[in-house]
């Protein structure tokens, strides 16, 4: 059974720093791009980025960029977000998702449970 | 960065009925669109993806269409566990732009 599992979110004050992570298990996770998406409460969901299956290529959101650093430790299948500068409009529950991709299709198939981040003084 | 527009933002409906949501892309994204849907405090699940592949085990009453810039996602006949909020998704380049959401509530 595929199963991604966030963890490291928590209330931190604005310009400090947290690095969320995401334990993947149930397939082969040296063979996935993986995402991490997020959702202010009450808001819709909003891209934050991508690393590729090797780690040699990540893409960030223009909000989050210089900010945020996406990573993967392939040895211990798990994908890392480290959050530096931290704002209060970072608040949001973030979602690690894994990619499937094929002929003409590139979607993300599973996803964690979320780990909610409040920026806050 | 492409934008996505859904349409509506939210629909009221009662079981049974024929629900349909359109997404519009700001620019041709050939088949590059996938429909998800989120129960509260729940995270997304993917329904459709490539416009109109249908996810293992997503039931057939949910079906997509669309190429370029026009989709639409359509259920047949609306069951109580598909009062949620729908998404669609671009994935023909990074960002990968969401609408911004279809909220689908009981009549």
């Known amino acids: 059974e595929v199963q991604l599992v966030e963890s490291g979110g928590g209330l931190v004050q604005p310009g400090g720093s947290l690095r969320l992570s995401c334990a993947a298990s149930g397939f082969t996770f040296t063979s996935y791009w993986m995402h991490w998406v997020r959702q202010a409460p009450g808001k819709g969901l909003v891209w934050v980025s991508r690393i590729y299956s090797d780690g040699s290529s990540t893409t960030y959101a223009d909000s989050v960029k210089g900010r945020f650093t996406i990573s993967r430790d392939n040895a211990k299948n798990t994908l890392y977000l480290q959050m530096n500068s931290l704002r209060a409009e970072d608040t949001a529950v973030y979602y690690c998702?894994?990619?499937?991709?094929?002929?003409?299709?590139?979607?993300?198939?599973?996803w964690g449970q979320g780990t909610l981040v409040t920026v806050s003084s | 960065d492409i934008q996505m527009t859904q349409s509506p933002s939210s629909l009221s409906a009662s079981v049974g009925d024929r629900v349909t949501i359109t997404c519009r892309a700001s620019q041709s994204i050939n088949s590059y669109l996938n429909w998800y849907h989120q129960k509260p405090g729940k995270a997304p699940k993917l329904l459709i993806s490539a416009a109109s592949s249908l996810q293992s085990g997503v039931p057939s009453r949910f079906s997509g269409s669309g190429s370029a810039t026009d989709f639409t996602l359509t259920i047949s006949s609306l069951q109580p566990e598909d009062f949620a909020t729908y998404y669609c998704?671009?994935?023909?380049?990074?960002?990968?732009?969401f609408g911004q959401g279809t909220k689908v509530e009981i009549k």
């Open positions: 998704q671009q994935s023909y380049s990074p960002p990968w732009t």
């Open positions: 998702a894994r990619v499937e991709s094929g002929s003409n299709k590139r979607s993300l198939d599973y």
